[in-house]
């Protein structure tokens, strides 16, 4: 399959973007952000621009794409609602819209959040304008997957750029094997994040429903288990 993952610089991206160079179902791969990713591989293609989410360029073949990655966010903390809005839903339909007008078969995996609000009625912020993001997409003519991972524990060297959650993963990292032996459905890895997109665009998973948490992201991603 072919794949466009945005958000590749980020803890959550950089961890699908690995699985996505290590899977062999995954032919290849463009990379869409503002900044390089720093990696080099023979199925990597990187685009570098200042709105990741304007995908007007006439050398864009959108139909070429099986499935769209789209890992890019930012943390609400600090941040007003509109700001936050600007980036998480317009930017976010403002890629998804094209893509799925080009591609109605593509599958379009979406990082949210445990704690997401759909109702709309969350006194949270940042719930309220991720909900709203998820209804938006789900109502596009693809094949769209909201992932909410809740505690992702970073592996295979990726740290997130954000300097809070860097001190919170370091000070937490004892208790993960506790967490994942005791509440495993609350937690995931960046490793089974990326796996579980691979398999809700492989033909023939088992995905049972549109919004994914936790246990459903680490089922997924021992599928298919001879791609591990």
């Known amino acids: 399959m072919n794949v ?7 803890m959550l991206g950089r961890g699908v973007l690995r699985e996505c160079l290590r899977d062999d179902s995954v032919t290849a791969v463009l990379s869409v952000g503002r900044t390089p990713l720093g990696v080099s591989h023979p199925k990597l293609r990187e685009r570098i621009q200042d709105d990741p989410s304007d995908l007007r360029a006439p050398d864009l073949d959108l139909a070429s794409y099986d499935a769209c990655f789209f890992c ?16 998480t839903h317009g930017l976010t339909l403002a890629a998804a819209r094209p893509l799925a007008a080009a591609n109605p078969r593509l599958t379009f995996a979406y990082v949210s959040g445990e704690g997401t609000d759909s109702s709309g009625q969350s006194r949270s912020m940042w719930a309220r304008v991720k909900g709203e993001t998820e209804n938006d997409l ?3 003519p693809f094949q769209a997957y909201m992932f909410r991972p809740g505690i992702v524990q970073p592996v295979r060297g ?25 509440a495993p459905n609350l ?33 997924l991603a021992q599928y298919p288990s001879d791609q591990r």
Do not use: H, W
């Open 138 to 140: 789900l109502q596009l």
């Open 4 to 10: 466009i993952l945005f958000g590749g610089t980020g």
């Open 72 to 87: 890019l966010g930012v943390s609400a903390v600090g941040m007003k609602e509109p700001e936050y809005r600007r980036i």
């Open 187 to 219: 937690v995931t890895t960046t490793e089974a994040l990326g796996r579980a997109m691979i398999a809700v665009a492989t033909p023939g998973a088992d995905v049972r429903a549109r919004i994914l948490r936790p246990q459903d992201i680490n089922r």
């Open 158 to 182: 990726m740290p997130s750029k954000t300097l809070l959650y860097r001190v919170a993963y370091l000070v937490t990292a004892p208790l993960f094997p506790l967490l994942r032996r005791f």
